[in-house]
């Protein structure tokens, strides 16, 4: 097998060819060096590290991470995942009887279920919006948000790139059209950081919840939520601790309700600088051409498996990241394993060593695969796929 040029900076099973890192990611070996080398500084002295270093050094991978998404640090927490971010908005926020939640059929179910929760406990209704499918333009879908837009409706939820479709959705159309209309938008933004260019500056959302273990690649356990400025005081940490009374005046109440929750290990979010200069390092062009490099072996990839399986795409090459899905034959049987994956996805690892996701989409038993496209994958791989799933569906 042909393998990539980058697969030696990590430490991925030589055995697998490894297609999904859109699940949960995967850290380089260089990042996770520093990892443990911050540990152990960390247990060394452990008073220290938590009481003395800790804040000098979230500043400065808060600096790191501001720099990268084009925001001022200030307005960023760092949390354990984007689905911690999205409840810690819903929970902090207030509704009223009548009022609507918006969000689309393609929303992440782990932040589907916060919305259901949340709309439960105020009495308010939850209004999903069935997004045309196939997708025929970004257009499309922000043409269908707003016409579920209402008097009544207070939030949009959405994914800035949907895990079961990998569609990259036209969050900056529709934060503009909601704004104009005094509603907010909270995007759940869990594969957009290191996938797709991101200013949050000019994006203008009023919350923004990212994953960086995902496709910055940092250690698992490192996200951010962003808050825009004027909307900070309404929102509270979901874990109330010393910073709730805390009478320092040189940094906001946001800084210090978010900076200690308790007792954790920091060291991912403390890679994140690393993680930024590594894998930005891979490359001359540093990100643009990391995510351009991956975006382009994405399309190829589904150009060859729709070829190969004589299909056609779902949505056009500008809703398109570093993931892309593939349509399949409806599954038989339907029924998922007792993991709850689809059966053609453990064929797909056990008879040919393949790590890929099989999702049913719109739902069982119609399905496709999401095929990732990172630095480490090579063309062959997704060749090698191409004959497994043609062998498989037939």
Known sequence: MDASPFRSHWSLDPEVTFLNHGSF??????VLEEQSRLRARLEAEPVRF??????????????ALGDFLDVNPDDLAFVNNATTGVNTVLRSLRFAPGDELLTTDHEYNASRNALDFVASQWGVKVVVVKLPWPVPSPQSVVDTVLSHVTLNTRLLLIDHISSQTALVMPVA????????RGIETLVDGAHGPGQVPLSLHRLGAGYYTGNCHKWMCAPKGAAFLYVRK???PGIRPLVISHGYNSR?????RFRLEFDWLGTDDPTPFLCIPKALEVVGGMLPGGWPEVMA???AKALAARTLLCQRLKVVPRCPEDMVGSMATVPLPDGFPAEPSVLGLDPLQDRLLSEYR?????VPWPKAPHRHVRLSAQLYNSHTEYQRLAEALEALVR
């Open 25 to 30: 990611g995967a850290c380089p070996t260089r």
């Open 248 to 252: 320092r005046t040189d940094r906001s």
């Open 173 to 180: 159309g529709l934060i503009r059209a909601l704004r104009e």
């Open 230 to 232: 004027d909307l900070q």
């Open 50 to 63: 938590l009481h003395r270093e800790l804040e000098p050094l979230a500043d400065a991978a808060r600096a």
């Open 293 to 295: 490099h991956n975006h």
């Open 354 to 358: 393949i790590e890929v996701p099989i």
